[in-house]
């Protein structure tokens, strides 16, 4: 009997080991798959150092807006405004530097401010006022288009000042790309080995170390690996620094703090959150503010990336924001979602724009593969859900 009751209390080996995620693993798979195709149909054109370089600049905004997203639908809501938000921002931004001959530090303070306002009002109207998210973000993707017309006069506001452009277009020198990949792998040792101090001080299964100094001789060796095919050509484009160095301060506030796991619970379940003593309503503002700082930042990005403020900027970006959200592993239904999945489905949206686009298909084919994309990364959420 009392064999029976020490086992009952020793924990389930099965239950406490890492999980597999099979999804993002499917996700990886079928990008290499893409990246394969791809670079047989250009005859390795693809896979040269400038063009991997565009890439990765390429799928920055979209990287930085879907960490975002993948906050708000982790509580169970959407925003189909961010597109939209981006672009009035980044016309605002380009009629104050421009046309009023404001300062980079004062545009881009402004700009940022005006993003996180954005957010407020729109959370406060779905928390507090009850108006469904859905609604209240489409009303969103209609104004912020209509005031980023009226903003630029439907014109392109051109050039900004360097300082400006530096965001968009600059890249990290070659010693400061080298020390920035050393310490990444620093950190993440130090993260393997205080996750593993941590289950052994529960008494939790651990993998072997032999295991462990693997993950981090491959990590090492991907990380410098990259770092060093950038240098061949100029450096860490900034876009890519600055997204991953928001990817780490967002997943940081995620899975590490109290705000970022009461945003999980809500999205498992809202009542039983109000109940727990989650202020739902506050910490929802929080999270479409956040997002609206995001879509601020993206928005400064991409007007210095193009050197331009353009009244078609943002178009449809949303729908890229969410699609990379679901496809690196958030539910739409809320509750599971990795702020750093956003970057591995920003990754495989800007990887079809870009092959496709070298294999000079229409523009039309990218939303048509993109859409069938997105249909088949929700129907196999839904379906592994089932599955439980």
Sequence with gaps: MSELTNAAKLPSKKKNMPKIDIRTFTMIGGLVLLWILFTYTTDGTFLLVRNISNLLRQMAIVGILGAGMVLVIVTGNIDLSVGSVLGFLGGLAAALMIWNGWGTPATMAVILLAGALIG???????????????????????IFRGGLLGVTKGVSIAPFRPSYIYVGQAYVSNEVGVALGVLAVVVWTATLFNKRRSRLKYNFPVESLYKMAAKIAVAALVIMGIILMLNSYNGIPVPVLLMVVLMVIFTFVAEKTTFGRSIYAMGGNMEASKYSGIDVRKNLVIVYMLNGVLAAIAGIVLSARLNAGTPSAGMNMELDAIAAAVIGGASMSGGSGKVA???????????????MSMMNMDAYWQYIVKGFILVIAVGFDIYTKNKR
């Design 341 to 355: 999945g956003a970057a591995l489905g920003a990754l495989f949206m800007a990887t079809i724009d870009n092959g």
């Design 120 to 142: 407020v009002i729109q959370g406060s109207i779905i928390a507090y006022i009850k108006v469904p998210a859905f609604i209240v973000t489409l009303g969103g993707l209609l």
